[in-house]
């Protein structure tokens, strides 16, 4: 059960948005470089990196702050504005590990299946951003009418194997993950990042229960010091899961 810290990027600050809402922000830095030096010293293995200001721009905005993440020598997924091939090229060309998906898979389908072609099923992700069901687009700011389920079945179809998923409403809020819709979209089959919601350890623990879960994305509940990497990261959950998320 991989622990993954993350780092928003808005205007070069490292921040959290309460339910994705820009207008509810919480800013914890303004040297990110130095953020990605404490978790890396605090046991980090991967660091989640999102380009606010990209997601809104729908274009890669802080390619630099993200090539200064990823000097420090973790591997770094970024996501936000990653809406072309040119894009991903960049990122990459940037040192970055994981590419991300998520508004460009709902505008342009092919896409996903060229980027996989392209740079390998390893390298790129399907973010699934999700409100009552159904994915959130450019920065969150619309929720489209494809569902969760639909695309990440497509998705399948299209060779990825990995998908960040996030429900919005509990991203930020420390209220513990949506473990129903989690353990929902990772009966579909690819590997799944949850996001959103992690307050406590025991969240961790709900979380590793649920099959084909390989991870949790962490963000507040580090900032705000609830969660430390250096108990969470490697922590030993127990071998058997359960299909359901549910206590």
């Known amino acids: 059960m991989l622990v993954i810290p993350a780092i928003d990027l808005r205007e070069g600050r490292c921040v959290r948005l309460f339910q994705g809402?820009?207008?509810?922000?919480?800013?914890?830095?303004?040297?990110?470089?130095?953020?990605?030096?404490?978790?890396?010293?605090?046991?980090?293995?991967?660091?989640?990196?999102?380009?606010?200001?990209?997601?809104?721009?729908?274009h890669p905005v802080q390619t630099d702050i993200v090539r200064a993440l990823c000097e420090l020598g973790m591997p770094v997924q970024l996501g936000g504005g990653l809406r072309s091939i040119e894009h991903l090229e960049e990122a990459i060309n940037a040192g970055v590990d994981r590419v991300i998906l998520g508004t460009a898979a709902i505008d342009n389908p092919e896409l996903l299946q060229e980027s996989v072609d392209r740079f390998g099923s390893e390298r790129i992700v399907l973010g699934v951003d999700a409100r009552d069901g159904y994915v959130a687009v450019r920065g969150w700011k619309e929720v489209s009418t494809v569902s969760a389920v639909?695309?990440?079945?497509?998705?399948?179809?299209?060779?990825?194997?990995?998908?960040?998923y996030t429900d919005i409403d509990r991203d930020g809020?420390?209220?513990?993950?949506?473990?129903?819709?989690?353990?929902?979209?990772?009966?579909?089959?690819?590997?799944?990042?949850?996001?959103?919601?992690?307050?406590?350890?025991?969240?961790?623990?709900?979380?590793?229960?649920?099959?084909?879960?390989?991870?949790?994305?962490?963000?507040?509940?580090l900032y705000d010091g609830t969660i430390s990497i250096n108990s969470a990261n490697g922590w030993y959950l127990g071998q058997d899961t359960v299909e359901t998320g549910g206590s």
């Open 21 to 58: 809402d820009f207008d509810q922000e919480t800013s914890y830095s303004a040297d990110p470089r130095e953020v990605g030096e404490r978790w890396k010293a605090s046991g980090a293995r991967r660091l989640h990196v999102v380009d606010l200001d990209g997601a809104q721009a729908g």
């Open 150 to 164: 639909e695309i990440i079945e497509d998705a399948l179809s299209a060779g990825i194997e990995r998908v960040i």
């Open 173 to 221: 809020t420390l209220t513990s993950p949506n473990f129903e819709e989690t353990a929902r979209v990772a009966r579909i089959g690819p590997a799944i990042i949850a996001s959103g919601g992690v307050a406590r350890m025991d969240d961790l623990w709900h979380l590793s229960r649920i099959r084909n879960v390989e991870g949790a994305i962490v963000g507040r509940a």
